[in-house]
């Protein structure tokens, strides 16, 4: 079982890919056939070739967002992680807190990835950010 010391340096160097538009970067954290959830993909992806797509463009849309651990708990095979994300929309910052779940294979690399958050407040701002243009 991974420790919540080791779980804590892996999502240190996990989150930091999040940050910056680095998708091959970050993909290079999943094994190949992995297995991703999120709110933006809430029935999953599966694959590096479609993780790589689908962080191309959530990361190239939120370049300058930050995702944090805010505690981690391990499990059989990964951890459970309480996640805080700072995400610009326009001059406002939005926070959000969520959870991920995630489990490794036998190289160290992520197997499955579920995160969940509630976007209400982020899609209301990305909505009003819209509309300062639209006028």
């Known amino acids: 079982m991974m420790t919540q ?16 538009n680095r998708p091959v970067e970050l993909a290079a954290f999943y094994a190949d056939d992995a297995f991703f959830i999120d709110p933006g993909r809430p029935l999953g992806i599966q694959g590096k070739e479609q993780l790589i797509a689908y962080f191309t463009k959530v990361t190239g849309n939120n370049p300058t967002w930050i995702w944090t651990l805010v505690e981690a708990i391990p499990i059989k095979d990964g951890f459970l992680g ?5 995400i610009p929309v326009g001059d406002k910052i939005v926070e959000c807190v969520g959870l991920c779940f995630l489990q490794f294979d036998d190289q160290g690399k992520i197997r499955r990835n579920e995160i969940y958050f509630d976007r209400t407040e982020l899609i209301m701002e990305i909505n009003k950010f819209r509309q300062s243009f639209a006028h």
């Open 5 to 20: 010391a080791e779980a804590q340096e892996f999502a240190s160097r996990w989150l930091s890919a999040w940050t910056g």
């Open 82 to 86: 309480k996640l805080a994300a700072y």
